[in-house]
């Protein structure tokens, strides 16, 4: 049974996630949507979206820590309704605030996470996660004295010490650095290189676009899915930048233009956007006299933007 499932996940398309209209409702209010979404072994995918959106609901269901209202498809070959204690054993989750325990050391945490996960050979599995993360020479350091770089080092660590096939990840660079969130995100594309499936939530457009694809959910409903140029480019929007002095007190002005949809400050220029490109520049073009203005790329966060204003919030 357990060669046929593992041939079963690694065939075909090669998915570690292959879930279909996954629904999940608190107190009458949908919070997760008829979800669907796929993740490719070795892949990184990331689920941005604004808080509350149903991310992290989501997130604790494909891991076996919430049961979903209704689910089809498989997580790494395991049915997601069925047979939550199975995946369970082979998910590694981290969550937004650091989970482990303050009042005891690096090492500590970890061998306390290793005899959960009942991982073999203990003390070689420890001794390797501390030098593979650069932890021996914080071994018997409180988890609670560490910077918060240092502690999103060690709780990646524990989510790992048990090998798992996939690692799911909630937001785990608020509060971070710069250095410690480039030095994250090396590692993560270091363990996909290898074959470990990601899936990572986060609101923050630098983030997003390090992923190999992009899922953006609001109010519990996905609305697009792909990778940044295929996101920005269903889309549709075409985006202008004017630039000069005292551009920024046209933004009330120009919010009420024919094909403006939204009008957002970067610096000293403005970025003018909508998905009637031809109005656009009609409603721009008496301003080039005063101001440089000319067509600009269209970013993850004008797309973001737009896609939160066109969504229906459902807890209303």
């Not at 209704?70 to 047979?83: K, N, Q, R, V, Y």
């Not at 989510?159 to 909630?170: A, G, Q, R």
């Not at 009637?276 to 008496?286: G, V």
């Amino acid at each position: 049974m357990s060669a046929m499932r593992d041939s079963q996940a690694e065939g075909g398309k090669g998915l570690a996630i292959s879930a279909r209209n996954v629904t999940k409702s608190f107190n009458g209010k949908v919070v997760v949507n008829k979800l669907s979404m796929e993740l490719r072994r070795g892949e990184v995918f990331g689920f941005l979206g604004p808080n509350g959106s149903g991310k992290t609901t989501f997130i604790r269901m494909l891991c076996g820590l919430l049961k979903p209202d209704h689910a089809e498809g498989s997580c790494l070959g395991f049915d997601i309704l069925t047979e939550q204690a199975e995946i369970k054993r082979r998910v590694g989750y981290m969550t937004q605030r650091f989970s482990l325990y303050e009042d005891l050391t690096v090492e500590e945490n970890l061998a306390f996470i290793a005899r959960i996960y009942g991982t073999p050979d203990r003390r070689k599995a420890i001794e390797e996660t501390l030098e593979e993360h650069g932890l021996a020479g914080r071994r018997n350091q409180l988890a609670g004295a560490l910077s918060g770089g240092w502690k999103q080092r060690l709780a990646l660590a524990a989510c790992l010490i048990h090998k798992p096939e996939l690692l799911l990840l909630d937001e785990p660079t608020a509060g971070v650095d710069p250095k410690a969130r480039r030095e994250f995100w090396e590692s993560i594309h270091a363990l996909a290189a290898k074959g470990l499936s990601v899936l990572i939530t986060t609101h923050f457009m630098d983030e997003a676009e390090r992923c190999h694809r992009l899922g953006y959910i609001a109010y519990g409903n996905l609305l697009a899915t792909g990778t940044v140029k295929e996101i920005i480019a269903g889309s549709e929007l075409a985006t202008w930048e004017l630039e000069g002095e005292g551009a920024h007190s046209l933004i009330a002005e120009l919010q009420d233009k024919p094909g403006v949809l939204q009008v957002a400050a970067f610096g000293n220029a403005l970025h003018v956007s909508g998905t009637d490109a031809t109005a656009l520049k009609s409603s721009l073009m008496p301003y080039a006299a005063a101001f440089s203005a000319h067509q600009a790329p269209t970013r993850l966060e004008d797309v973001f933007i737009h896609l939160m204003d066109s969504a229906e919030d459902n807890f209303k």
